[in-house]
């Protein structure tokens, strides 16, 4: 989510006008918010893949309401966006994340059971 807000802001897609402590063009609180909501969103991630498609086009759904109710207190304001734009960029983003957060976990489980082998044999 960052790096797409980077990007974004970088290429005056959208800004963040009212921020108070920024971290380049995002605002400190941006950054932090994507980190929470990344591990919540992870939190409740279905094990099956078909029930992740609809959790993420839900979650996608209350991320493109939060959005919007930033859009019309003045926290984000659109420069070559439209707030549509965003409900795919959720569903990509959130998937890819899913996806990776797969990788990580089977590399994860790989190496505890390599090291659970050798502490097996050392035992002998």
């Known amino acids: 989510?960052?790096?797409?807000?980077?990007?974004?802001?970088?290429?005056?897609?959208?800004?963040?006008?009212?921020?108070?402590?920024?971290?380049?063009?995002?605002?400190?609180?941006?950054?932090?918010?994507?980190?929470?909501?990344?591990?919540?969103?992870?939190?409740?991630?279905?094990?099956r893949w078909s029930k992740r498609i609809m959790y993420t086009a839900y979650v996608s759904v209350l991320f493109l309401a939060i959005e919007a109710l930033m859009y019309n207190v003045g926290g984000i304001a659109y420069r070559n966006w439209k707030l549509w734009y965003s409900y795919f960029l959720n569903i990509a983003g959130l998937l890819l994340f899913a996806l990776l957060s797969d990788r990580v976990d089977r590399l994860d489980s790989r190496r505890v059971d390599n090291c659970d082998a050798e502490n097996s044999g050392d035992n002998k």
Request: glycine share 6%.
């Open 1 to 47: 989510m960052v790096i797409i807000d980077v990007f974004a802001t970088k290429y005056n897609f959208y800004t963040y006008p009212k921020g108070i402590v920024y971290v380049g063009n995002l605002p400190l609180f941006q950054v932090i918010n994507a980190y929470g909501i990344s591990i919540l969103y992870l939190n409740w991630l279905p094990e």
